[in-house]
């Protein structure tokens, strides 16, 4: 069971860590959400995506492109439009809101987006490896979904703090306000790269 977990998590990490815009896309919430909310949405969403690549296998990769560009620019302009009317100055709230509205949009900003890509793929090519052959199919599983999801909140922790050191440094060079409209500007670019490249326009 060890080497079926470290074997999945070590595949859909170094599938996800390479050229991912979803990199990109975490780093831009850390600038601008608190890190423990971001990391909690983020892996809430992976939990979810990666239950249903176990679960459906390869067939998640066939879903039409167009639906997957549809729903991927949907939510890309949904969080922009949410960071867009974020305000400049926030007004002291109690903390947990705080935490469940980045969870929120973390949440939304990635599970939305980038269904089929080359981590879910890598997720059902080892669980189709894997489960196939064997008698106890449901907690082989399990195994691989926990891989899986291990490998991707792995990724996006290591960029949701480094996004936390920038908006640390950001928030004593430049005013609140042009990072707001920077964020927004850089969530509907990589909305607009993300569908291009489900649409086949353009590769990584």
């Known amino acids: 069971m060890l080497a079926i977990f470290a074997a999945t998590y070590a ?22 959400y608190r890190s423990v909310s971001i990391v909690v949405g983020m892996a809430l969403a992976f939990m979810c995506k990666m239950a249903a690549a176990v679960a459906a296998g390869e067939a998640v990769a066939r879903l039409p492109r167009a639906l997957v560009a549809a729903v991927t620019g949907i939510s890309f302009i949904g969080v922009a439009y949410t960071l867009w009317r974020k305000p400049d100055v926030r007004q002291p709230k109690p903390k947990d809101s705080r935490v469940m509205r980045g969870a929120a949009v973390a949440f939304s900003a990635i599970f939305f987006s980038e269904w089929g890509d080359v981590g879910m793929i890598t997720a059902a090519a080892m669980a189709a490896k ?12 399990v195994v691989v979904w ?13 960029v949701t703090f480094l996004g936390a050191g920038v908006r640390r440094w950001i928030s004593s060079r430049i005013q609140p306000r042009v990072v707001r409209y920077v964020g927004t500007a850089a969530l509907l670019l990589l909305g607009v790269l993300s569908v291009l490249e489900t649409l086949g326009m353009i590769t990584d």
């Open 11 to 32: 595949a859909v990490f170094v599938a996800e860590i390479v050229g991912d815009k979803l990199l990109y896309t975490t780093g831009v919430l850390a600038a601008n």
């Open 130 to 141: 894997f489960i196939a052959p064997s008698n106890t199919k449901i907690a082989i599983g």
């Open 146 to 158: 926990l891989g899986a999801v291990g490998a991707m909140v792995t990724k996006g922790t290591l």
